[in-house]
């Protein structure tokens, strides 16, 4: 519309030869009347010629003679896109007119103009429809397209010839029939077009029915076959709901078996599995079923089977061989179900009819299938069956294991017997519980039972039994011995409504047996301390015994001026006398104190102690042996604070100390033994005894606080003193080293928290 109001108001001549308009109008009608209609969109006019024409004389009266026409062609003629074909063929005149409309004056007079027009509408006139044609389904505008090229030629003559000879009247007149053959010769193009579409229909037609015979043909033979497609589908039917009652592996193959005997009477049906190289009978209904169940003892094989299995394929016994697991049956088939199971038929005469070869290889396609799926599922539920029993057997170990954690982790009978009690409540739920003691005193009748047998026992309905529940309402009753190197260590009994079960027996088991090696412990570790004390106190004694020859010295010295003073009394005056005596004997009653203050046992309360007081008393009490031996005490004692330590155990360290010193030096050069006591800034007290013997070795150095180790000869060493003395100062807190293993003149270190 834009574009035909352009034209219409643009500037054009003023009058129309009436004649010549009259002529070109008259000629695009009839043209227009007559125009081809082309497949899909579209009509082949020579009309536009008539158009350009008049243009050249009138643009106005071209676009009015256009319109009137292609509106009078588009009302007359049929087509299936009438607006896209007068678009078609209006759009390009319009615009070519449009344009020429304004840029004609500037061209100037003479065929110019006619050539500017030809510029103008042959791109548009080539290029719209095309584009207009793009709206059209893909058939369609295939159609359009190959009938466009086929008139391409006669559309370009009659748009170049139409303004050269239609400037005139005559001219116009002459042009008329050979437009009207330019259609002619279109017309013609389009009735080839379609004898060729209608000859490419009839070649598809001709295949169409060559496929449709060969569909018939096929349809015959599938007809053929539908009878005996219909009595295996229905056979198929069958084994389905048979095989959809047996959903785990096992039950599949044995309604196989069951099935291939309805189809097949057989003397022996059998279903082997490869299984590491061997074939096992799975299930099988045979005569031969002693030798199938012992079929790897008699390392017999069913060499079909094999066969049948290697090939995928029906396999039929040829000719029977030796060492055949199914002697006996010279006719015989095997079917293989998947690539590990196949299936036997087996008969002692007669033979398998081609139909029941055919049942069976059915069987075989329906029940194959759903072989390695059952057999997965399975496999996978065993495996699920032993992760939750592993995982329970682990749970119940576990808490076996932490109670036996609790078990051990203490020494005292009392703390042991109550945690052995919460450890079985928190395994084996009870409503009752007693601990009978290994002296069975007033023990129930099921404790003495026990006890007897060693084994443990286990009562699910005690109204059975002859012995009564622990308590009222109980009904089950679980009794374990508590038995550890063959000795009774209690009985333990559990008593519920409900009934216990073997998991829990085996729990109380393990917990049992822990218990009792939890107070057998318990009984050593207080017989160890029995002993232990009696080691510290033979030690002590040992030493004594090598004091009692210096002791007796010390003691006859006042003894003897107490004799002496007594004798004098009879004689001269008795105060100076009683004096003496009286001194004596106190001195020789400050040594036996000592003596037996050291010899008595150790067990005492800890008090504020001085380290160099007690070195002091120590050399008083066996000053007089080293002296004997001519052995020289040396004390360097310094200012030390008090530690809380028991007097008399230190006492026992530094004799000791003090003795080994005295023995070592013995083999040295000189007999100078160094006793130093002193305090370090961390808060520690140190002694330190120092003798000038030929020291100790790093070899034995590793040994020589182990408990029984000694260096010197049989019965002058028992090889305590050091391990006791050890003992005595890591239970104080503090600890006992060689300061120079391997060097001459040995060096012990005592240090202690201050």
Not at 70 to 76: G, I, Q
Not at 318 to 324: D, F, K, V
Not at 436 to 465: K, N, Q
Not at 639 to 664: C, G, H, K, Y
């Amino acid at each position: 519309m834009v574009l035909a109001l352009l034209v219409l108001a643009g500037p054009g001549p003023a009058s129309l030869p009436l004649l010549n308009g009259v002529i070109l109008l008259l000629s695009a009608l009839l043209l227009e009347l007559t125009a081809v209609a082309m497949p899909g969109m579209g009509f082949f006019s020579a009309a536009p010629a008539c158009y350009l024409a008049l243009a050249l004389i009138s643009p106005k009266a071209a676009l009015l003679a256009a319109i009137l026409c292609l509106t009078l062609r588009t009302a007359a003629l049929p087509q299936s896109h009438r607006l896209l074909s007068a678009l078609a063929d209006l759009l390009p005149l319009t615009l070519a007119l449009s344009v020429f409309v304004w840029l004609a004056p500037a061209v100037g007079p003479s065929l110019a103009p006619a050539f500017l027009l030809l510029d103008l509408y042959l791109p548009a006139s080539w290029l719209l429809p095309e584009l207009l044609a793009g709206t059209l389904e893909r058939e369609e505008r295939e159609r359009w397209g190959r009938f466009q090229h086929r008139t391409r030629l006669a559309w370009f003559a009659l748009r170049v010839a139409a303004p050269a000879l239609l400037t005139t009247p005559v001219g116009g007149l002459l042009l008329v029939p050979g437009l009207m053959a330019l259609q002619w010769a279109a017309r013609r193009a389009l009735i080839s077009y379609r004898a060729e579409e209608r000859e490419e229909l009839r070649d598809r037609l001709e295949r169409t029915q060559q496929a449709a015979a060969e569909v018939r043909e096929q349809q015959q033979r599938t007809r053929r076959d539908l009878a005996g497609a219909i009595e295996e589908s229905l056979l198929k039917e069958e084994l389905a709901r048979e095989l959809a009652r047996s959903s785990d592996y096992r039950g599949r193959l044995e309604t196989t078996l069951r099935l291939a005997r309805s189809l097949v009477p057989c003397r022996s049906a059998v279903i082997f599995e490869e299984s590491e190289g061997a074939l096992l009978p799975v299930v099988f209904h045979s005569p031969l079923a002693a030798r199938l169940e012992g079929s790897l003892l008699l390392q017999a094989d069913e060499p079909i089977v094999r066969q049948a299995l290697a090939a995928g394929r029906p396999t039929r016994l040829e000719a029977p061989g030796p060492n055949r697991l199914m002697e006996g049956e010279s006719v015989a088939l095997a079917v293989p179900l998947d690539g590990r199971t196949a299936l036997y038929v087996g008969l002692a005469a007669g033979d398998l009819t081609s139909q029941q070869q055919r049942l069976l290889g059915v069987l075989a396609g329906v029940v194959g299938p759903g072989l390695e799926p059952a057999r997965e599922v399975d496999r996978l539920a065993r495996e699920a069956t032993r992760s939750q029993v592993l995982e329970s057997s682990l749970d119940r170990l576990g808490q076996v294991l932490q109670a036996t954690r609790e078990l051990s982790a203490t020494l005292d009978r009392q703390d042991l017997l109550r945690a052995l009690g919460e450890s079985a409540a928190r395994l084996v739920p009870h409503s009752t519980r007693q601990f009978v003691e290994s002296t069975l005193e007033h023990a129930p009748e099921v404790a003495l039972a026990v006890a007897e047998s060693g084994r443990p026992l286990l009562i699910d309905e005690l109204r059975g039994s002859r012995f009564p529940p622990l308590s009222p309402g109980e009904t089950s009753l679980l009794a374990l011995p508590l038995k550890a190197e063959n000795q009774l260590q209690g009985v333990l009994l559990l008593g519920r409504r409900q009934e216990f079960t073997r998991e829990e027996l085996d729990q109380l088991e393990l917990l049992a047996l822990h218990g009792a090696l939890a107070l057998s412990n318990v009984e050593a570790y207080e017989r160890l301390r029995q002993s232990e004390a009696q080691l510290v106190q033979a030690s002590k004694l040992a030493a004594v015994g090598q004091l009692a020859a210096g002791v007796a010295h010390e003691l006859n010295t006042p003894l003897g001026a107490v004799v002496l003073a007594l004798d004098t009394l009879e004689k001269e005056s008795c105060g100076k006398a009683l004096t003496i005596a009286r001194d004596a004997a106190r001195q020789a009653r400050s040594i036996v104190e000592k003596l037996l203050y050291y010899s008595r046992e150790g067990r005492v309360g800890r008090q504020p102690t001085d380290l160099n007081q007690v070195v002091r008393d120590t050399l008083l009490l066996i000053g007089n042996q080293l002296r004997l031996d001519k052995i020289e005490v040396v004390c360097h004692l310094g200012e030390i604070p008090q530690v809380e330590a028991s007097a008399n155990e230190m006492q026992q360290v530094v004799t000791n100390l003090i003795l080994n010193a005295r023995d070592a030096s013995l083999e040295g050069h000189r007999r100078v033994i160094t006793v130093t006591t002193g305090a370090r800034a961390a808060g520690e007290v140190f002694l330190e005894v120092r003798d000038q013997g030929p020291g100790i070795s790093s070899e034995v150095a590793t040994r020589i606080f182990d408990p029984f180790f000694t260096t010197k000869p049989v019965g002058r060493g028992t090889g305590l003193g050091l391990s006791v003395s050890s003992q005595i100062v890591a239970a104080h807190g503090g600890r006992l080293e060689l300061c120079n293993p391997g060097q001459p003149g040995a060096c012990f270190g005592m240090t202690l928290p201050a």
